[in-house]
């Protein structure tokens, strides 16, 4: 079973270090064959150079690699475009800057169970510190998506486990 990971990246030159040796660390105690593919967003900073230098190092042992997008599509946009290049049984979706903590790794698996689950959904128990004015925007916008849709976003992030049935799915859609 190969686990995927898709980390979309927009200027955050910083963290890309980090966040790769965090995920070693957790990848590597699953015994588990793994891939690490960071996606640039068409990022303005050196985080290209960074993410280059990372994956030739032969240390990474092929396990990570790097997409670089022509220019800033979305990061949803680079989610999908990472989707696309994974070859993993279950893939992992999850932020650059560590908000996403990768020790939920081996949890999300085990609740995926090989494929009996197509979907685990990382919620958050609290949002980051805002200021008021963003709280109340966010507010505001989540209480007319309930009503416009019916469903209740308001924990969810981009943290999400997506079994490989799923991800073909999505990956072939045309929008």
Known sequence: MLVSIVVPVYNEEASLERCWRELTVVLEGLAQPFEVLMVDDGSRDSGWDVLSALAADPSTGGRLRGLRLSRNFGKEAAILAGL?????????????????PPDLIPRMLELWDGGRVAVVEAVKRQRQPESWPLRLAARLYYRLFILASGMDLRCSSDFKLLDRRVVEQYAGLPE
């Open 84 to 100: 696309r290049q994974v070859r993993g049984d279950a893939v992992i979706v999850m932020d650059a800057d560590l908000q996403h």
